[in-house]
């Protein structure tokens, strides 16, 4: 499986943070569109078809499943 490093580690980190693609995109003054497609292979490289499961099992693996 492919490392997550650099710009992409960065987006994962701010994905599960809860910042919107646009947030993102200000924060680290990339255009939207290049947000989504980084926020695209994320997801694909951890193997998730949405945002939502991305967080969900990032915040699994530190423990905090409900």
């Keep these: 499986?492919?490392?997550l490093k650099?710009?992409?580690?960065?987006?994962?980190?701010?994905?599960v943070q809860g910042m919107t693609n646009g947030e993102i995109a200000?924060?680290?003054?990339?255009?939207i569109k290049t947000v989504a497609i980084y926020v695209s292979e994320i997801m694909d490289i951890i193997g998730?078809?949405?945002?939502?499961?991305?967080?969900?099992?990032y915040w699994v693996g530190r423990g905090c499943e409900r």
């Excluded at 650099?6 to 994905?15: A, C, P």
């Excluded at 200000?26 to 255009?31: C, D, G, I, R």
């Excluded at 998730?48 to 099992?57: H, Q, S, T, W």
């Design 26 to 31: 200000k924060a680290l003054n990339l255009h």
């Design 48 to 57: 998730v078809r949405n945002r939502e499961r991305l967080i969900y099992l």
């Design 6 to 15: 650099g710009t992409k580690l960065n987006i994962y980190s701010m994905v």
């Design 1 to 3: 499986m492919e490392e």
